[in-house]
């Protein structure tokens, strides 16, 4: 056995040329694969991340059905609000839950001497917020909120423009407060405006300390929701359904149901790019088999003399398999080193989009960063090193055969 | 001459080489046509998807409509002949293929206990699907001229009103003669989009009754859609529209392109995504060909050593290997073609199911066609022939040339082959 | 009789009387504990013009019914506010309904005043600073010039308004609302001094938007009466159908 082995390696060097074109062109496939899916990753993640953190979270905790009709009093008691935060503080130690954030909705009327026009209030807490969600990061003129802040508001850039608003300029809110059907007004001023990209939310969102908005309300210390921020997007359902089966008479939701949407994106963007892979395999295949094929048919006379001097139809075919075996295994390192570094890249300095496109973009009610880095977990690195790495020694078979066959003695008297 | 002989010879002194390579240049032709294919349908298809719902290839307006859309800034408010005039400039067009006029408005809704807001839409049913899809949305009814007032909402407004089909709905509105406009209509319709925006917001009725309802005359229009045969056509046939002698001066035409710069930024970012990718699987079929080519060559030094032996000039040598390569790639491309065409043939018709991936999906405000259909590009298919056809020649260059360069002696007592 | 006393009295509260309390009368004047009237409104905007007859009745600042009259087309459609609650009966379809707030920044009967307007109750030394910035003669007529700054809580959305009053029997003459930017945002002007029901009211009023001075809306008050009894249910739901 050992005789084969030697022989298998050292019949990919006596043809160097040949045995390196083979395994670059299977490593320059790995390499793409690997990007590719590096990439897709990675904007899917950016995408999740960005819709989470505005305004919305991997794991929301609300009044059972406010989901779907909202409605301001449809609140979490102070009790409800206890209960989930100290579970979420449980929770930390199983989960890398990084923010628990409180949040209040209403939709209202914000008018100031030029104009009116209907807002999406959005009671916050200033700080943790900041810490957590891409609030902060959006403003393009003023500053952000400080909790203490009674009547200060953030205004979508929208908003501000319609009501001809600058920084400091006072406006006038209108709402209705819980329970009863009075229409409450307060005055605010203009902290700072923000712009998401997102024409909807840009169009109506105005932010307000979560103290100021409870009292506006007259909400006393209740909430509309609880949001989590957690590290990894990916154990948003398991965490969600945990919460769920905690408290059965709310509704835990993780980002996937609420915002479907994007969760829909998501899976079409996966359909698509798993068409493209599909086709990277079959091409890579192909590859592999000619080359093999080529390489075994060019050897008739190579396994006629093995044949004559005793090997046996098992072993040459071993031996074929075991150089494949090789290949293989050199593709896969170099690959993975190909694939790796263009990841690696792509995760620090990222591919600009605006190549292809100016201005602004949005899908399912995320708007698109402008530059799109690359995410590789090592699940996928691996996955995708298996199946090259399968695929070759599968497609393998066949030439190995043909040279366990082939044993035309006549071969040996030709030129 | 001879050189040509010998090319065409040498290919089938090893077959079993020869197809292979040969296939190798047709799968990987195969391979690109259907990618390209597929993407130049998806690219067609977005399109398809964001102009076919609602907004057609183009829309006509009022110059002053967009972006404001103010009530008051109708085609026709400046002259009452001036819609008749529209509409029979734009059918002297052949490529005109629908043409729908519609009235917008905002009011509230009102069913007894609950009432909404709601965006009005007045149209002309019969003309309407010639130009726009939305109305096949319709779960169950239909704006029904029998009913007088018929009324088709979106389903989530319907729930939030409370009301179904037969339900009175009643409308109130700010009128063009600053009036309240108010009057009952009768729902003979829900209407499903998969689009929540138009879902939770749309009310849909007769083009002439929203018309009375807002206080504007019969020949008021807000907007004309139109669909034409290309809608890649749209920019030019909207500048056509605009610049032709009779066209009324208040009147602008604009394009997909124009009124939703999204869109074509999405196409435009989607293609160049693809086109990236399809380049790169491109150069990787070529350098598998490279691969394949350049060992087929090396294979053979002895037989290039034995002949220049004998005296063939190293032009010729060349040359014959070069053309030899030519045919090589000439009959896989037509090999890769057929292959392609067969697949292309199931994937335009067929298309690829992709309905387990999607749910409603939406996107840029349309919403999802969840089988893709591929489309022929011709364009890159003829380029990616090329680019295959030069990297099969550029692969057999390099091996050729050195092989012609070899002393005879040397390739003459090369090791035995393998 | 009562008009000289009226005046005599006047000219004697004068000189008692604080900016504020000036002000206030000056607010209070078309209004009181309860009263009837009879109103023509006309609005001219770029595109049409209207006029609207109405009768109007109210009872503090809680609640007013206001009945179209004219034209026939609108006769009937009757309107209620009640606190911050509005309602419309539409009588060419029989129904009732309820304005939500997200309309309450709509033009009310295309008028230029809003829905909100007519709504709140605000009573502005409530929430005005008041002082005099002149004091003297303009046009041969001698008057005050107040200035309004709004508290700093108040929630009005003007940064100031500016009311000239007459000094001789406190009419006012107009009235000028800015944005907190500095900018004129709208004028009302007063004319037709007339005893209305033992008061002098002026009886024509207009407000004309800045950014657009050839539109104006003008409610001229051909009757006017204070403090009479009205009936109880005059300002329910069901009365909107009457």
Sequence with gaps: MSIVLKMAWRNLWRKPRR??????????????????????????????ESAVHLGSGHVLVQQKGYLEKGGIDRLLSPEEIRGVESWSREMKGRFPIRHILRRTFVSGLASSADGSTGVQLIGIQPLEEMQA??????????????????????LGQGVAHKLALEVGEKLVLMAQGADSVEIRSRLVRVRGILRTGLEEQDQTLALMPLGAAQEFLDLGTQVHQIALLIQDAQLSEELASIGQ????????????????????????????????????????????????????????????????????????????????????????????????????????????????????????????????????????????????????LLLAVFPAWRAARSADVHSLGRA | MIAWRLGWRNLWRNSRRSLITISAVGCGYAILIVLIGLTVGMA????????????????????????????????????????????????????????????????????????????????????????????????????????????????VLARELEASIGSQVAIVTQAAD???????????????????????????????????????????????????????????????????????????????????????????????????????????????????????VFERSREIGLVAALGMRPLLIVSSILLESLFLGILGLIGGFGLGAWGMSYLTTQGLDLSRWMGEV????????PVLKASWGWDYVLWSALGLLSATLLAALFPAVKAARLNPVQALSAPVEG | MGGSICSLSAQVDLAQLSPAEIIDKVDQMLRGDSSRGLVEMAVV???????????????????????????????????????????????????????????????????????????????????????????????????????????????????????????????????????????????????????????????????????????????????????????????SLSSLRR
């Design chain 1, 19 to 48: 045995t390196l074109l083979t395994v670059i062109t299977i490593s320059l496939g790995l390499a793409l694969l690997l990007i590719i899916l590096g990439l897709g990753d990675g904007s899917h993640k950016q995408m999740i």
């Design chain 1, 133 to 154: 969600s891409g609030f902060d990061e959006k403003l393009i003129e003023g500053e952000f909120l400080n909790a203490d802040d009674r009547d200060w508001v953030i």
């Design chain 1, 245 to 392: 089966e905690n408290f059965p008479t709310l509704e835990v939701l993780s980002w996937g149901e609420a915002l479907p949407q994007l969760r829909d994106f998501i899976r079409l963007d996966d359909g698509g790019s798993y068409v493209m892979n599909l086709i990277l395999f079959l091409l890579i295949g192909f590859t592999v088999l000619n080359t093999l094929l080529m390489s075994v048919l060019e050897r008739g006379r190579e396994f006629a003399l093995l044949h004559c001097l005793g090997m046996t139809p098992g072993k040459r075919f071993t031996m074929v398999l075991l150089e494949a075996f090789f290949i293989a295994f050199l593709a896969a390192l170099t690959g993975f080193g190909l694939g790796y570094s263009g990841h690696l890249y792509l995760s620090r300095s990222g591919l600009p989009l605006d190549l292809f496109y100016s201005g602004e973009l949005t899908a399912a009610g995320v708007a698109f960063d402008p530059v799109m880095y690359s995410h590789l977990s090592p699940a996928r690195i691996l996955q995708s090193m298996v199946v090259v790495f399968s695929l070759t």
């Design chain 2, 44 to 155: 067609g298809q977005m399109l398809k998807n964001g102009t076919g719902l609602l907004m057609g290839d183009l829309q006509l307006h009022h110059s002053d409509y967009l972006p404001e859309r103010s009530l008051y800034d109708t085609i026709g408010s400046d002259s009452s002949s001036e819609l008749e005039g529209v509409l029979h400039q734009l059918s002297l067009y052949p490529q005109l293929a629908g043409r729908s006029p519609r009235v917008y408005g905002f009011g509230l809704l009102s069913t007894g206990e609950n009432s909404a807001g709601a965006r009005l839409m007045g149209i002309d049913p019969q003309v309407e699907s010639g130009v726009s899809s939305f109305l096949s949305g319709l779960q169950a009814g239909a704006l029904d001229d029998s009913v007088e007032r018929s009324l088709l909402l979106g389903d």
């Design chain 2, 178 to 296: 600053g009036s309240l406009g108010n009057d009952l209509f009768q729902v003979s319709g829900i209407l499903h989009t998969g689009l929540s925006y138009l879902d939770r917001s749309l009310a849909v009725l007769y083009l002439k009754d929203l018309q009375e309802l807002l206080a504007l005359s019969p020949d008021e229009v807000h907007e004309i859609a139109v669909r034409i045969g290309d809608p890649m056509a749209a920019d030019a046939f909207a500048a056509q529209l605009n610049a032709s002698e009779n066209w009324p001066a208040n009147t602008v035409a604009q394009s997909w392109g124009e009124l939703a710069p999204q869109l074509r930024d999405y196409v435009g970012l989607a293609q160049g995504m693809y086109g990236f990718i399809i380049l790169i699987i491109g150069l990787f079929t070529a350098i598998g060909v490279l691969n394949t080519m350049m060992m087929a």
């Design chain 2, 362 to 369: 939406s996107m840029l405000g349309t919403r999802m066609d």
């Design chain 3, 45 to 235: 905007t770029r595109r049409w013009e209207r006029n609207v007859t109405m009768e109007i009745w109210s009872e503090g600042t809680e609640k007013a019914l206001i009945k179209v009259l004219q034209p026939k087309k609108e006769a009937g459609t009757t309107t209620l506010k009640v606190g911050s609650d509005m309602w419309n009966y539409l009588p060419k379809i029989d129904r009732t309904i309820r304005v939500p707030s997200s309309m309450m920044m709509g033009s009310w009967m295309g008028s230029h005043f809003t829905n909100d307007d007519l709504v709140k109750e605000s009573r502005l030394i409530r929430d005005y600073e008041i002082e005099i910035v002149y004091e003297g003669d303009r046009e041969g007529i001698e008057v005050y010039e107040f200035q309004l700054t709004p508290h700093p809580d108040a929630p009005v959305v003007w940064g100031k308004m500016l009311y000239q009053v007459r000094k001789q029997d406190l009419m006012p003459t107009w009235a000028e609302y800015y944005g907190e930017d500095g900018e004129l945002k709208r004028t009302m002007t007063f004319s037709d001094y007339r005893e209305m029901s033992g008061r002098l009211v002026p009886t024509k009023s207009r407000m004309v938007p800045q950014d657009k001075p050839e539109e104006y809306t003008e409610m001229i008050y051909h009757e006017l009466h204070f403090d009479i009894p009205i009936p109880k249910g005059t300002f």
